[in-house]
């Protein structure tokens, strides 16, 4: 690509580092001051003089709803949603990708132009529909409500679509001399031939569920029905300036995804390979 | 010779049905999806114009008033500060993080040392939680925080600047300050995007233009900026929608209210007032659909900007 002469490979070289510092010197600071004490918070030293555990009991025992069923909550809305992403885009993006039927097209115009209509707008109808529906209700049926919500995503159909696309029909038409009905077939030969966008989809969809506030915090009424980003809205207010429990909230809430992405750092970036728009 | 037609009709006859079957096996896959596009996205959006014309409340419809709602978000002081605010934070945090992701893209794609390492970090930003990360900042930005310790150790006098280090309970800095964080927070993922389309970009032009002595500058500005128009578009068009929407870290930062003085008071935040404290739901359903025409304005003018060729979704 462009070639940079080496005088200036050192500079980008220091200012690449000066940035990835900027990046991650905040999570850092997070991570020291939750072992602070609250006199402590203000000094400049990364390393607490007196380090404690005290703001991790606080948050663990100490805030109602407790961490551990913010915790559940999160992680049981994000693997259901997870679970209808890959199966209802599985199904669709498949669809749209290879089986020839009269409106193919256009249906699939109509899905990508549900894209530029924000949630913001979708969230006053909707609420008078679940009211309805009798969703909005401290009763577990209330997880319904962000399930109808969050069951379909065009962005992960798009997605599977491309993919299954490059799949080359040799195998459709193998399985079809095998004598394998179409959902045989999705189901036996294509969704295994798709592992790498079933786990992009998969692995962003958890995080974008995990870390989501906006529908949680208008769908989910009763406080043990909260997911960690309601919680952490709701704990800023309680705890006000006491910052050693607000960030060990912090730490605890993205502990989970900085795994994920350490570990599946491959797919996260394969996503915007094969999303990559071509010209 | 009937023997021929009768095996050629019974041909097409076949045919006929398979790809009838075919059909109806397309649509019963695509039924449930559908099902929930037709209902939760298109419907609701008709549903929401037809809710924006009538007074709405907790128990449903009290009369149609016509365009009442969108006559008075004109003189709604609370409504021209949230729509000002939604669009000045749009127009500054879209160029600045496509800039930067475009930057950090560019010289980790020129292969400096460590790049997989830049690459990691740099994108680190864009997965935390927006209700952790704000969070952080606000803690990051506080009149005693580091970033004021920071400024103060370079020789800034904080204790009398004009908002005394205070920048998120200023009203003249708190939306400045939600603009670089989201623009830390997002330029991670437009890098990703442009690293990727960087790769697409064919090597022969640019050994071409490097043969027939072609600068460094005159390389990027001439080959690489034209050669990424798609991904330009698609990078800018999905801020803008993403920017317009801007919620969470105003309602983490400023409260309901976008505090202090509506400084952070956003569109999406007030839809989100007059529905669940004032219970006005048809002026709030008024205000999404104002929201929904400036982003659909906005998406068919970079598209005609950008031309077609961005959302050639045949790949």
């Not at chain 1, 809205?233 to 910052?243: E, R």
């Not at chain 2, 690459?119 to 925080?145: E, K, N, Q, W």
């Not at chain 2, 025409?293 to 906005?298: K, M, N, P, S």
């Amino acid at each position: 690509m462009v070639k940079i002469s080496r005088k200036r490979t050192h500079i980008f070289f220091l200012l690449m580092a000066g940035y990835s510092l900027v990046s991650f010197f905040p999570f850092i600071w997070s991570l020291s001051t939750s072992f602070k004490k609250q006199d402590e918070v203000f000094n400049m030293n990364i390393l607490p003089h007196h380090a404690t555990a005290g703001a991790y009991t606080t948050v663990l025992s100490k805030i109602q709803p407790n961490f551990l069923s913010l915790f559940f909550n999160s992680l049981f809305i994000a693997v259901i949603v997870v679970i209808l992403h890959i199966t209802l885009a599985g199904l669709a993006g498949y669809a749209f990708a290879r089986l020839r039927f009269p409106g193919r097209n256009a249906l699939f115009y109509l899905v990508l132009g549900t894209m530029m209509i924000p949630d913001q707008l979708r969230l006053v109808p909707i609420y008078q529909i679940l009211v309805k529906l009798h969703l909005i209700t401290p009763h577990p049926l209330n997880y319904l409500g962000i399930f109808l919500v969050k069951a379909v995503s065009a962005a992960d159909i798009f997605l599977m679509r491309q993919y299954f696309l490059t799949l080359p029909r040799e195998l459709d038409d193998a399985a079809k001399i095998d004598g394998a009905g179409p959902l045989q077939t999705f189901l036996r030969v294509m969704l295994p031939n798709a592992k790498p966008v079933i786990a992009t989809v998969g692995i962003l969809t958890f995080q974008g569920t995990w870390n989501e506030l906006f529908w949680p915090s208008i769908i989910l009424q009763a406080p043990n029905h909260w997911t960690l980003p309601f919680g952490i809205l709701q704990f800023k207010g309680q705890f006000s300036t006491d910052w050693p429990p607000i960030m060990a909230l912090v730490v605890l809430s993205t502990l989970p995804i900085l795994l994920i992405y350490i570990f599946c750092q491959r797919y996260i970036i394969n996503l915007q390979l094969s999303s990559s728009v071509k010209g | 010779m009937s023997l021929q037609v009768t095996t050629l009709q019974r041909h097409l006859k076949e045919k006929k049905r398979k790809k009838l079957k075919e059909a109806f096996v397309g649509w019963s896959f695509i039924s449930i999806p559908m099902f929930l596009f037709i209902t939760m996205n298109i419907g609701v959006l008709f549903f929401a114009i037809y809710m924006s014309f009538h007074d709405w409340g907790i128990m449903g419809s009290r009369g149609n008033v016509g365009m009442k709602y969108y006559k008075a978000a004109f003189h709604d002081h609370i409504f021209l500060k949230a729509i000002r605010n939604s669009i000045l934070y749009a127009l500054i945090v879209v160029p600045l993080q496509t800039a930067l992701g475009l930057f950090l893209a560019i010289i980790i794609n020129a292969k400096i040392r460590g790049a997989k390492f830049f690459r990691a970090t740099f994108y680190f930003p864009s997965i935390a939680s927006s209700a952790a990360i704000t969070t952080l900042f606000i803690f990051l930005m506080a009149p005693d925080g580091i970033f004021n310790k920071i400024l103060s150790f370079f020789g800034v006098d904080i204790a009398n600047l004009f908002n005394q280090g205070a920048w998120l309970s200023d009203s003249r800095t708190a939306l400045y300050s939600i603009i670089g964080l989201n623009a830390w927070t997002t330029s991670g993922t437009m890098m990703l995007f442009y690293l990727a389309n960087l790769q697409t970009v064919d090597g022969t032009y640019v050994e071409a233009a490097a043969i027939d002595g072609a600068t460094p500058r005159q390389i990027f500005w001439k080959i690489t900026m034209p050669l990424l128009k798609p991904a330009h578009f698609f990078v800018m068009a999905s801020g803008m929608i993403g920017a317009l929407q801007l919620y969470d870290q105003a309602i983490l930062a400023g409260g309901a209210d976008g505090s202090p003085d509506y400084s952070l008071m956003t569109m999406v935040l007030y839809i989100y007032n007059l529905s669940f404290r004032h219970f006005e739901f048809g002026y709030a359903a008024a205000i999404g659909v104002i929201l929904f025409a400036i982003i659909f304005a906005l998406t068919v003018a970079q598209r005609y900007a950008f031309g077609n060729s961005a959302w050639n979704t045949d790949g």
